[in-house]
């Protein structure tokens, strides 16, 4: 069975927490944070950045500021030596999973009304058709249930919208397991999808390539402000 940790954190906080933490960021980083248009954004990516990099010196045993990023085709932030990560943040909330056995993609959103045309357009027909089943606050579940799975599949391997999103099935539904049902190219047994709540109005997803192997979520802590 392979493994992953992950941790939940809040994104605001003090203005001196948050330069102590943009102290941790590389000149790139320190960049790109300034082209963000509201402070509370490039507060966010800020505590973000920070946080991950505490993590993955913890996980490594580096300084925090000594750790060099490369990046994928599409962008995807990697370690040369490992471990493998991915992040996720929405609204006021980031979420990190790091396993040392298999690249694996985490996303993250709160819920907020959407339009069924979002869905219609991004969704496969077979996740559209069983969207228009639920009704009400089960209709919304569903949507961010599907979402947060597809943004976890695409940011497994990198690929990001090069992967075209109906161009794979996940499961949907409240209530029934998470699933990956359909992938163009692949075959879903290969993967395995983990769904969890980060709190009540939220969904998350973790999904990794396992070879049909199962994987567990190890839970951890991170103190907001450390």
């Given at each position: 069975m392979y493994r992953a940790d992950v941790w939940l954190w809040?994104?605001?906080?003090?203005a001196d927490r948050v330069m102590a933490a943009r102290a941790l960021l590389s000149e790139d980083e320190i960049g790109r944070a300034a082209r963000f248009v509201r402070q509370?954004?490039?507060?966010r990516y800020i505590l973000g950045r920070a946080r991950l990099r505490r993590l993955l010196g913890a996980e490594t045993g580096?300084?925090?500021?000594d750790?060099?990023?490369t990046y994928g085709e599409?962008?995807?932030p990697l370690l040369r030596d490992g471990p493998h990560f991915n992040l996720s943040h929405?609204?006021?909330?980031?979420a990190l999973a790091i396993s040392r056995d298999l690249a694996l993609g985490i996303d993250i959103e709160k819920h907020r009304p959407i339009e069924d045309s979002v869905a219609r357009y991004h969704f496969s027909p077979d996740e559209y058709a069983e969207l228009g089943c639920l009704d009400g606050g089960r209709w919304l579940e569903g949507f961010y249930r599907c979402w947060t799975r597809k943004e976890a599949i695409i940011k497994t391997d990198g690929q990001g919208l090069s992967r075209p999103l109906d161009s794979f099935d996940v499961s949907l539904t409240p209530g029934t397991p998470a699933r990956l049902i359909r992938i163009e190219g692949d075959e879903p047994e290969q993967w395995r999808l983990l769904h969890f709540d980060p709190g009540p109005g939220w969904s998350g997803a973790v999904a990794a390539r396992t070879g049909g192997e199962e994987i567990r979520l190890n839970w951890r802590t991170a103190h907001s402000f450390e």
């Open positions: 809040s994104l605001d906080a003090p509370v954004h490039r507060d580096r300084d925090p500021r750790i060099s990023f599409n962008g995807k929405s609204e006021d909330t980031a």
